[in-house]
């Protein structure tokens, strides 16, 4: 007989202290929701804007009415890509909380267009709050995330980086040339800090999404003909949707990923892995 204490309780969150960046829409509302169906205590969302459809006060209303939840959600409004907001962010937090289970830095911007005359803007903006504020999210939240971290059950940080990280998905009219290098280097940035915070209970993943709907990546989607297209292009005959989100975050957040350190793990339904657009160029 193998011993797998507690195996009830192996991908449950519950009790745990989540933050995550990005959490008012989009792929951080989807794993901000399913925390809380994990059983996640307290899910903090952070994004720029609070008013409006997009903004965080109508995500936490949202989440706050889901049937059968046993925590809460809040906001707490900040713009990641300046550090001195992460700082204040972080005092914020310490108000009501003296660990932090979780840190979801999810939070990305994108920019596609031609090569030739790429503004130096964008690459600033998409490099800034892609690889910089990731870096300095991290650092800066540590000593929260070391209070909660044990042994058996360390605290997690989960970059969401993007399957452009690994391969090249866009060049030409609609290239997003310095995105995928940004999500390539949030790719490494997990590697390097699961290395450097393992040894402080605190693992360190990123998880790398193919095309699901949002905000941000309708514009690119309907640039490349639509949905219809891309999903015949995919292995699995169709674009991701929230539960393929909440499976891997509430995974890799969960007890059951507490020896996984370290890792990118794709969720595109294999469609990294075709030719794609490339071959229409
Ligand atoms: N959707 C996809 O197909 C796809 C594929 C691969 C990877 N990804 C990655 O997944 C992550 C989420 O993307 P999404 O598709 O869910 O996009 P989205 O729906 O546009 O959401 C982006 C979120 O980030 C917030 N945000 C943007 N700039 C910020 C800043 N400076 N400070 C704090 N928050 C900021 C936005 O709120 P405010 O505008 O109010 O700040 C919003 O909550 C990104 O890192 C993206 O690169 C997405």
Not at 73 to 81: G, K, W
Not at 169 to 177: F, L, M, Q, R, Y
Not at 215 to 232: D, T, V
């Amino acid at each position: 007989m193998s011993d797998i204490p507690d195996f009830q309780d192996l991908f449950r969150l519950d009790g745990k202290v989540a933050l995550i960046t990005g959490g008012s829409r989009g792929l951080g509302l989807h794993t901000a929701t399913a925390f809380l169906y994990a059983g996640a205590k307290k899910v903090i969302l952070t994004s720029r804007k609070s008013g409006g459809t997009y903004g965080l006060n109508q995500a936490v209303e949202r989440l706050n009415k889901l049937p059968n939840i046993k925590g809460r959600a809040l906001a707490i409004p900040a713009d990641i890509s300046k550090t001195e907001e992460i700082q204040r962010l972080v005092k914020e937090v310490q108000k009501t909380e003296s660990k932090l289970d979780i840190l979801v830095a999810n939070a990305g911007a994108a920019w596609g267009g031609p090569f030739d005359t790429t503004p130096d803007a964008s690459t600033v903006k998409v490099l800034d709050l892609n690889v910089r504020s990731i870096f300095n999210l991290i650092r800066i939240f540590t000593p929260l995330l070391e209070a909660a971290g044990t042994l058996s059950d360390p605290a997690r940080v989960v970059i969401v980086s993007s399957t452009a990280g690994s391969h090249v998905p866009h060049v030409g009219e609609h290239g997003t040339i310095v995105y995928s290098a940004s999500k390539a280097a949030a790719d490494h940035l997990a590697r390097n800090i699961a290395v450097e915070l393992g040894p402080r209970h605190i693992t360190t993943n990123s998880v790398a999404p193919g095309f699901f709907p949002s905000k941000l990546a309708n514009g690119l989607i309907e640039s490349l003909g639509g949905l219809e297209g891309l999903e015949r292009e995919n292995p699995r005959r169709r674009l991701g949707v929230a539960s393929d989100m909440a499976g891997v975050m509430v995974f890799l957040c969960s007890r059951g990923a507490a020896w996984i350190n370290g890792a990118t793990i794709p969720v595109d339904g294999g469609g990294r892995l075709t030719a794609g657009r490339l071959s229409k160029l």
